[in-house]
Nanobody, 126 residues
Framework: QVQLVESGGGLAQPGGSLSLSCAAFGSIVSVRTMGWYRQAPGKVRESVAL???????????DYVNSVKGRFTISRDNAKNTVYLQLNSLKAEDTAVYYC????????????????WGQGTQVTVSS
């Protein structure tokens, strides 16, 4: 089976930085879209940043407006890994961050399926 393994997260001060990473493992045929979602208590889960496989230079990505200019998403296709660099953190960035991947495995091919990590806590506080 396919799974996503996340690392990173933790506590940061306002204006500080954190780095998240997520790697996909298993019988993967292809990984199309990778990215990050987040959910704060009492709020709906929102897409933070998404990047497709064809973005070889990691220059094109879909960011939610609230993080533009502060967060940077990148991926390493050879390692099936996606990263999120969180800079200039604000208290409102506090949430559980979930890794996301759109992948095709041997069971679903050629149809892709959505996969989610277990989530990692990001807390921004003085």
């Amino acid at each position: 089976q396919v799974q996503l393994v996340e690392s990173g997260g933790g506590l940061a001060q306002p204006g500080g930085s954190l780095s998240l990473s997520c790697a996909a493992f298993g019988s993967i045929v292809s990984v199309r879209t990778m990215g990050w979602y987040r959910q704060a208590p009492g709020k709906v889960r929102e897409s933070v940043a998404l990047i497709i496989r064809g973005d070889a230079t990691n220059s094109a990505a879909d960011y939610v407006n609230s993080v533009k200019g502060r967060f940077t998403i990148s991926r390493d296709n050879a390692k099936n890994t996606v990263y999120l660099q969180l800079n200039s953190l604000k208290a409102e960035d506090t949430a559980v961050y979930y890794c996301y991947a759109e992948m095709a495995n041997r069971s679903s091919w050629p149809t892709t399926e959505n996969f989610w990590g277990q989530g990692t806590q990001v807390t921004v506080s003085s």
